[in-house]
């Protein structure tokens, strides 16, 4: 497995997550989104997996305005470009990946 776990430094999901592959002795990358973001290449293989509207965090003040927006890669653009409107933490292996705390999704990978 080759998991990367993007989140926030002070966001408790992604904590909750580290702990989670922590307690398991899985090997993980952690990414500070504030710090790195994400790569295009990696938001398009996570939207593939998850769903557009899946990744914006309904609680941040301009999730709204990313509705808006008229095409799909325009609202993966706005993603791209602020990342603090993604849900997280975004967990990836290879081309699976999952949004929020999501545990028993997890067990199922190998």
């Known amino acids: 497995m080759n998991i990367?776990?993007?989140?926030k430094s002070k966001?408790?999901?992604?904590?909750?997550a580290e702990r989670w592959f922590k307690e398991r002795r899985v090997k993980f990358?952690?990414?500070?989104?504030?710090?790195?973001?994400m790569s295009l290449g990696e938001l398009t293989?996570?939207?593939n997996a998850v769903g557009l509207e899946a990744m914006v965090d309904p609680r941040h003040p301009d999730a709204a305005l990313v509705s808006y927006l008229a095409?799909?890669?325009?609202k993966l653009e706005k993603l791209f470009?602020?990342?603090?409107?993604?849900r997280t933490p975004v967990v990836r292996n290879g081309?699976?990946?999952t949004v929020g705390?999501?545990?028993?999704?997890?067990e199922g990978w190998s």
């Not at 966001?11 to 909750?16: I, M, N």
């Not at 095409?71 to 325009?74: E, F, G, K, T, V």
């Not at 470009?81 to 993604?86: I, N």
């Open 4 to 7: 990367q776990i993007f989140g």
């Open 11 to 16: 966001c408790f999901d992604t904590k909750k």
């Open 29 to 37: 990358q952690a990414v500070d989104l504030k710090k790195q973001g």
């Open 45 to 47: 293989s996570v939207k």
């Open 71 to 74: 095409s799909d890669q325009a």
């Open 81 to 86: 470009e602020d990342p603090s409107l993604l």
């Open 95 to 97: 081309r699976q990946a």
């Open 101 to 106: 705390f999501c545990p028993q999704v997890w």
